[in-house]
């Protein structure tokens, strides 16, 4: 079992650019989540599915979009990069939304 | 405004003797809790949790306390170990599918 996989590990992206944060688990989780951890804070949670075709927003969702397509997969789309996106990202999933089971994390700077 | 609080960003003992770290919510409709742990370049994993039924739960050397009428939760670590020097995240939730963070605390174990 690998768990939680995110890629990529870092990425540098100019103002305007887009990326999508890959995430993936193999644990057959209902849930998966995507948070942002700024320095000094908690996470924020962005984006969050519970279950394939299912996703709804969570605290911080302006400037992103998911997508669920099956149950392994939930990729994090940034249009239009900027600098305010410059953070760590985390991917979690959840067999019963309680315990969350994160990644290893994408760490992301706008420039 | 913050629904859980860890007023305390950092945290130093000795090796061998307690840790003691502390969360505060505000929110009445959280009933589960979970304590998470962070390494640097890591996720966040999973430590111990406590549903609002009980009061105390123990796992090893981690336990944690909850005080309904007090909103108010406490990790106790004995006894430390410099291994244990990381970053300890308070959640909660209640209601919802979502997990809500404190900042954090981080903890440095000296040897």
């Known amino acids: 079992n690998a768990g939680v996989t995110q890629t990529p590990k870092f990425r540098i992206l100019k103002i305007g650019q887009s990326m999508t944060l890959q995430c993936t688990q193999d644990?057959?989780?209902?849930?998966m989540y995507w948070y942002r951890q700024d320095p000094g804070m908690g996470l924020k949670l962005i984006y969050y599915?519970?279950?394939?075709?299912?996703?709804d927003k969570g605290e911080v969702p302006n400037g992103y979009n998911v997508s669920r397509s099956t149950t392994e997969d939930f990729p994090l789309r940034l249009e239009l990069a900027a600098p305010s996106q410059t953070s760590v990202y985390f991917c979690?999933?959840?067999?019963?939304?309680?315990?969350?089971?994160f990644g290893p994390g994408t760490r992301l700077t706008v420039t | 405004d913050q629904q859980v609080k860890q007023n305390s960003p950092s945290l130093s003992v000795q090796e061998g003797r307690i840790s003691i770290l502390n969360c505060d919510y505000t929110?009445?409709?959280?009933?589960?809790f979970l304590w998470y742990k962070k390494y640097p370049a890591e996720g966040p994993t999973f430590l111990i949790s406590?549903?609002?039924?009980?009061d105390k739960n123990e796992d090893g050397r981690f336990t944690v306390f909850l005080n309904k009428s007090a909103k108010h939760l406490s990790l106790h670590i004995v006894p430390s170990q410099p291994g244990d020097s990381a970053v300890y995240f308070c959640?909660?939730?209640?209601?919802?599918?979502?997990?809500?963070f404190g900042k954090g605390t981080k903890l440095t174990v000296n040897p």
């Open positions: 979690a999933s959840s067999l019963n939304s309680y315990e969350q089971y």
């Open positions: 644990m057959n989780h209902n849930y």
């Open positions: 599915s519970v279950g394939a075709g299912i996703t």
């Open positions: 929110n009445s409709m959280f009933d589960y």
């Open positions: 406590i549903s609002s039924i009980k």
């Open positions: 959640a909660a939730q209640g209601g919802s599918e979502k997990l809500v």
